[in-house]
């Protein structure tokens, strides 16, 4: 007589009850499914493409020997590799069988009677393959579609697929509050969530589940990219020298005296940013600008006169040195344009107090900006083919809060700085060819 389907728990409880059992034909007949669901398991190993043939092979028997319970489970694990392999998804055979082979294994450990391990989330392809910040800012970008399986176990709640946007620096912003899943077999990043932090440093997406890296895919901008250094780090390569111009963006900190100082510097053939200072937090960021044909290189320091450097027609000038004390109203670096329409550089009476600037040729459009201290933060235009620099600082820098800079966010310069000390001031030129 066909002995009637076991339960779940009988199944569980297996060690235990052959040990009972052991000459009973139960225990033969359940150790036959585990051989049965074994081979299927090795078939599939051998040959990736044999799955879906081998998984129906596999059905029939166990419901032919009375496993309605595991055929069932088997059922639906087959069901979801077709779904897997559908057009839609486009996962391959190798995909889909390693998919089957892990299923299979959890299904042994339950009839064995041990935990089974959770289902590692995999990916078969990724659509757009590259994400193009533009693209955002259009609106003709709104998500990116993983497809894979394993997602989710039951629920989507119990995920834990995590999703990170990368800078260069390493450095990551959590988003897993953009993702979404449509199935076990589709997730979705809205890539265009307005609480995502995107900039000129925003390098990759990472996707994670536990410390393992399920995917990355690539950002890709023409925003300029930035890049910062503060006290103790290493001086970050910025660029090559050829053809790129690199000047600084941001600062911050106590300049209180001649060694405090921050610049970007060229060395065998590349630009870097870098600085000095024995007092706390000082910091600063750089722009790099490309294609603009140099003019020329300018130094300035305390107790001489300004210096002459270009006309203002046609060129933009930029500071890439600041050295020395900032602790007063009256203490400044500056660019400035003189009645003849040159710019100049200079600044004013503090001692020790030094520049640098360079000037670049072929611009087309330039733009004034200044910040003070009670100001809010100064939209400055797109990022998409321009660039901004800092063109004059002053006031107290008296301690890590002080700082000024300009900066992007989701695809537009922003001027904006934080004072803790009275007097503080900051100006930016921005230029592009539009």
Same mark, same amino acid.
Not at 73 to 79: F, H, I, Y
Not at 152 to 166: A, T
Not at 381 to 394: D, E, K, M, N, P
């Given at each position: ?246 000047? =600084?963006? /941001?600062?911050?900190?106590? &300049?209180? +005296?001649?060694? %405090? #100082? *921050?610049?970007?510097?060229?060395? !065998? $053939? @590349? ?118 620099? =800092?063109? /004059?600082?002053?006031?107290? &820098?008296? +301690?890590?809060? %002080? #700082? *000024?800079?300009?900066?992007?966010? !989701? $695809? @537009? ?22």
């Amino acid at each position: 007589m066909k002995r009637q389907t076991l339960s779940f728990r009988r199944h569980v409880q297996i060690p235990l009850v052959c040990l009972m059992v052991v000459l009973s034909s139960s225990c033969q007949e359940i150790n036959g499914a585990v051989t049965t669901i074994q081979g299927a398991i090795d078939m599939i190993g051998r040959e990736s493409s044999s799955w879906q043939g081998t998984m129906k092979e596999l059905e029939a028997n166990l419901f032919k020997d009375g496993d309605d319970l595991i055929a069932h489970q088997v059922t639906m694990l087959a069901e979801r590799g077709i779904a897997t392999g559908s057009a839609e998804i486009r996962c391959d055979v190798d995909f889909i069988g390693n998919r089957m082979i892990e299923g299979l294994k959890r299904i042994l450990d339950e009839m064995e009677g041990r935990t089974p391990a959770p289902p590692v989330p995999h990916f078969c392809t990724v659509s757009p393959t590259v994400i193009e910040l533009e693209q955002i800012q259009q609106g003709s970008l709104v998500g990116v579609n993983f497809y894979g399986y394993d997602l989710f176990e039951k629920d989507i709640r119990d995920s834990n697929v995590r999703i990170f946007l990368q800078n260069r620096n390493g450095s990551q912003q959590d988003i897993t509050f953009a993702r979404s899943f449509l199935s076990h077999y589709l997730m979705t990043i809205r890539v265009d969530d307005t609480r995502i932090d995107y900039s000129g440093e925003s390098e990759k997406l990472v996707i994670t589940a536990g410390k393992k890296v399920l995917s990355e895919i690539s950002i890709v901008s023409k925003l300029p990219t930035y890049f910062d250094w503060c006290q103790g780090d290493a001086p970050p390569r910025l660029a090559e020298d050829v053809g790129q111009t690199c000047a =600084l963006s /941001r600062m911050s900190g106590r &300049f209180g +005296g001649a060694t %405090d #100082s *921050v610049s970007t510097l060229t060395s !065998n $053939g @590349s630009w870097y940013l870098s600085g000095n200072s024995s007092e706390a937090g000082v910091c600063a960021s750089a722009t790099c600008a490309n294609g603009y044909p140099r003019s020329g290189d300018f130094m300035w320091s305390a107790g001489t006169s300004p210096v002459r450097m270009v006309l203002q027609e046609g060129n933009a000038c930029f500071l890439t040195s600041i050295s020395g004390r900032l602790q007063g109203a009256n203490d400044r670096i500056e660019i400035s344009v003189g009645s003849d329409g040159y710019y100049y550089l200079g600044g004013g009476s503090q001692p020790d107090a030094s520049a640098t600037a360079r000037c670049v040729g072929k611009v087309t459009r330039h733009s004034e900006f200044s910040w003070s201290k009670g100001m809010g933060t100064l939209p400055l235009g797109t990022a998409t083919g321009q660039v901004c620099f =800092l063109s /004059r600082v002053s006031g107290h &820098f008296g +301690g890590t809060l %002080d #700082s *000024v800079r300009a900066y992007i966010k !989701n $695809g @537009s310069w922003y001027l904006d700085g934080v004072a803790e000390h009275a007097n503080l001031t900051a100006s930016v030129s921005c230029i592009s060819r539009l």
